[in-house]
């Protein structure tokens, strides 16, 4: 086995480590502190964020982040699903690999669990669906500068049944010790006022725990309805952190990329 090497360093974030993790700490830095009211004071379990370029949604991926301030050291393992983009994916993609690099680090995979899940119901093995992803791989910075060293769990998630998704968190759901990141983006492509409807109108099936999302509204559509299935069985609530589009953060308003971060506790 190797390890997974980075893919859109340099591209979607910046390829040098230093600047990478100044960049980083910037934007946990400055995000909004999500002052929680005693009822939602427990222990996140996951969290939905966004996969595009920092410069549009390193903020927003940011705020969920920040949630994650005091775990150092107490989440070891965070099972992470993100979309496919780039190859055609059956099911929920694992990879043949001992590590996933990024610019100045390295993350362990679970080998173990890996090895446990392989004959689960629509789970393959292909390194092809996780060699130029960038869904997942632009979540690994931000979750090596809140958590320290941990094992990653990764998918590249395809057509697939959310009752598949859900029986798959479901068997790594874990304790306080697993973290579960989906990551998504929201409404793609349209015009700025539109997304916003469209992707408000999304958080508020998020909040409601459907598993009903199509990919018109969430490219991570499976990934997420896949969650809820789970979210649902285990009395999770959904908190909705921050909602914005590219026409916020780094782009024109005519056609725009919605963008969402989200916490389940």
């Not at 960038?134 to 979750?143: A, D, G, I, R, T």
Request: charged content about 20%.
């Amino acid at each position: 086995m190797v390890n997974r090497s980075p893919a859109v360093a340099g591209m979607f974030y910046p390829a040098k480590p230093a600047k990478l993790v100044e960049n980083v700490r910037g934007y946990l830095d400055e995000s909004d502190p999500i002052l929680l009211k005693p009822s939602e004071n427990r222990q996140v379990k996951a969290l939905i964020v966004p996969h595009a370029g920092y410069q549009y949604s390193g903020s927003i991926a940011a705020t969920a982040y920040r949630l994650l301030s005091k775990s150092y050291g107490h989440i070891t393992r965070v099972v992470l699903l993100g979309p496919a983009h780039r190859v055609y994916v059956e099911g929920m993609a694992i990879p043949y690999a001992e590590a996933f690099d990024f610019p100045g680090g390295s993350i362990r995979l679970d080998i173990p669990a890996l090895d446990a899940i392989e004959q689960l119901p629509g789970v393959c093995v292909s390194n092809e669906a996780h060699a130029q992803e960038h869904s997942l791989e632009v979540q690994l910075p931000f979750l090596h500068e809140v958590l320290g060293e941990f094992q990653l769990v990764p998918f590249v998630v395809g057509a697939c049944p959310s009752s598949q998704v859900g029986a798959l968190l479901d068997y790594l759901w874990g304790g306080p010790e697993t973290l579960i990141v989906v990551s998504s983006d929201l409404s793609h492509y349209l015009p700025y006022d539109a997304a916003c409807e469209i992707d408000q109108r999304t958080s508020r099936s998020i909040v409601e725990r459907s598993i009903n999302i199509d990919g018109r509204e969430a490219c991570g559509a499976h990934a997420i309805n896949g969650l809820m299935v789970v979210a649902r069985e285990k009395g999770l609530t959904v908190d909705v952190l921050n909602v914005r589009n590219s026409g916020d953060t780094a782009g024109d308003r005519s056609r725009v990329v919605g963008y969402g971060a989200y916490a389940l506790r």
